[in-house]
């Protein structure tokens, strides 16, 4: 395994040529999602394609009010230069449309990986092999995943912000001068701009370096120097701060006026600095432990947490990490055993390692995190290829060997961006509904929706949420309340309080302000609600604005979700059994039963459910559709006093099976059956994929 890379003779020229091939094959490859997209109607709406992501509608939200300020009554929305995604859109949104920015904006951005790797491949004499390994890295199954055409989220810069870091501290390492160590300073800096979620990955890969240096150079001045520097570089101040610091060193250093002494004592002082200031520790374990927390929260109300109902954040089988780390677990086990072989040849290597950990975190925190190791995993892949192809004396063969290797590596990730179809976040159908809220209502009022949706709310409607993607907190508690009561005048009571109690509090925590009293101790919730339930009259706070709820048909797959966050007695550990809901689309009708998958079936002449071995009457029976004019037709018939209840959803061709608790609900009455108290609501849309209504009190 000795063996180091070859010198590939190149000039300027070829290395641009390199580039912009590797660049224009990335984004190449993303426009077949926008071809396929392009040609089904539903997924544009203002002549043009949507986005895939609802988190993208955060950023373009805060874009759109960098412009306009149409959200001032919006207290989550960011200003312009909170995030180089805001920024950047903003800025482009004065000269295109911002639809346009946010669909075509990822593809571009992230495309951008393919630099560091070919000046990696540089570093060494090698730009080729960074070339292929930029290939490869450019498409790789989940970096592609998170920065496809319309994957709007800063997730763009995932990859490509650490890779250039990664390069710039190599190149300190072999270089050894100051132009190198600012280069290194300053993307540091830049990166809480680019991808502010990911600073625990800027401090693992930093310490690296550091420990690298020390390790390796630590009879060097420069060592100590640029320690120094990067760690000024990760201070929690203000760049009007660190700025001036770096260049007063950078000045003192480069005319002679440190000792290697000096030196010494400064890196101590800024690393430790650089601990305290960072809280680094605590910053790194948040972060773990916000990713394998599960269940209820273990305080004086007992809030269900959030991080294992997001998908993203759940366990993965060891076949798919290497799939989306690699594009096949061949590729993966040749990628691994190809990095070691480049560390233990080309030490500086080492550096990139906090991104595989991370990568491979993925076992207990979820998909999203193997993103980080796909291009060093591309680095090792197309070293191990160069190990394979060092017997080979003719260049052309050599690099012909190597050509396939790639392709054939490279082969797996093509197939998936062929066949990974996902969908727009809404159709042009829902997209409609918004629409005819956002006539009628003011840009102070507020939706009631589940947090998935909060953004696309704000985009569509410039209306308010209660919670969205980065606010699911103990108010989810409220809106799952809210969405699954079976008392409508409760529903409606508590939207008006939550609503107007957020609005008065300051934005504060509206669950924390209504269930804990002035001495901080936690009344009892369900005594709460049940006066807003059964009292006839209760003094509700002023109405400052109209309240709409949103109760869309895609909302259906997740209700059993929605119901964990309210089906709670919040004063005690609840360990009740959950409520029975079950949703197919795929039915078989064998004559004498309708099979409806996962071992239920309808048993037609008994009237009766079988799941497994069980027996359950079926307590009612309705056929809902809607006719030609889009009106809705439900047909109800009772065969039993007590067991499951049967939905068969003929226009969505889909049957449903719930027990009362979700029969009764909020959602299910008012979507489902648009049953709705006329004294608290009114409809705004009734369409068969969202049901929109006002709240009268």
Known sequence: MNFSLPNEKHTALHLIILLIIAYTFSVGLRLIWIHWASGIPEFSWNHQIMINTNDGYYFAASAQNALTQIYGNNPRIDNEWATATVAITALLSKVMPIETIILYLPIFISSLVVIPLILIGRLYNAPYFGFFSALLASIGWSYYNRTMAGYYDTDMFSAMAPMLIVYFLMATTIKENILWVLLSAFSIMLYPFLYDQGLSIVYAISLFYMAYMVIFHRREAFTYFSIAIIAIALFSFSP????????????????????????????????????????????????????????????????????????????????????????????????????????????????????????????????????????????????????????????????????????????????????????????????????????????????????????????????????????????????????????????????????????????????????????????????????????????????????????????????????????????????????????????????????????????????????????????????????????????????????LNVIYLESYGRFLVMDDYYLNSTYIQMFIFEHYDKNLFEPVSLDPMTKLYRLKI
């Open 240 to 643: 009007l701060i660190k700025i001036p610091l770096i260049a007063s060193l950078s000045i003192a250093y480069q005319k002679e006026r440190l000792n290697f002494r000096l030196l010494l004592i400064l890196s101590i002082l800024a690393f430790a600095l650089f601990l305290f200031n960072g809280n680094v520790l605590s910053l790194i374990l948040a972060k773990i432990t916000g990713y394998t927390a599960k269940g209820t929260e273990n305080e004086a109300l007992h809030f269900f947490q959030v991080a294992q109902t997001v998908r993203e954040a759940g366990k993965i089988p060891f076949s798919e990490i290497a799939n989306r780390i690699s594009g096949s677990m061949l590729t993966f086990f040749i990628a691994f055993i190809g990095y070691g072989a480049l560390v233990i040849r080309h030490r500086a290597f080492i550096l990139a390692l906090p991104l595989i950990g991370i990568g491979l975190f993925s076992f207990w925190g979820g998909l999203r995190f193997t993103i980080y190791a796909v291009p060093v995993a591309a680095l090792g892949a197309l070293y191990f290829a160069y190990l394979i192809s060092e017997t080979i004396a003719n260049k052309t063969l050599k690099y012909s060997l190597i050509t396939i290797l790639t392709a054939l590596m490279i082969y797996p990730n093509i197939a998936h961006i062929i066949e990974y179809k996902t969908p727009t976040v809404l159709t042009a159908k829902e997209v409609a509904s918004l629409e005819k809220l956002k006539n009628v209502s003011q840009t102070k009022d507020y939706t009631i929706g589940w947090w998935d949706y909060g953004y696309p709310i704000w985009f569509y409607t410039h209306t308010n949420t209660l919670i969205d993607g980065g606010k699911h907190d103990h108010d989810n508690f409220l809106v799952s309340e809210i969405l699954t009561t079976s008392s409508q005048i409760e529903a409606a009571r508590l939207a008006r309080i939550v609503t107007e109690t957020y609005i008065s509090s300051g934005y504060k925590e509206i669950a924390d302000t209504l269930f804990y009293d002035k001495n901080t101790s936690a009344i009892n919730v369900s005594d709460y609600l049940d006066t807003l339930r059964y009292e006839d009259s209760i003094p509700l706070p002023l109405k400052t604005r109209d309240i709409y709820f949103y109760l869309p048909w895609r909302m259906i797959d997740i209700f059993p979700t929605v119901a964990l966050f309210g089906n709670l007695d919040l004063n005690h550990p609840d360990n009740r059994q959950q409520p029975f809901f079950f949703s197919s689309s795929s039915m078989q009708d064998t004559g004498q039963t309708i099979e409806l998958g996962n071992g239920l079936s309808i048993n037609k002449a008994k009237s009766t459910l079988k799941i497994g071995q069980q027996d359950i009457p079926i307590k009612k029976f309705y056929q809902v559709g809607y006719d030609q004019n889009n009106h809705l037709q439900v047909n109800e018939q009772t065969f039993a006093s007590d067991g």
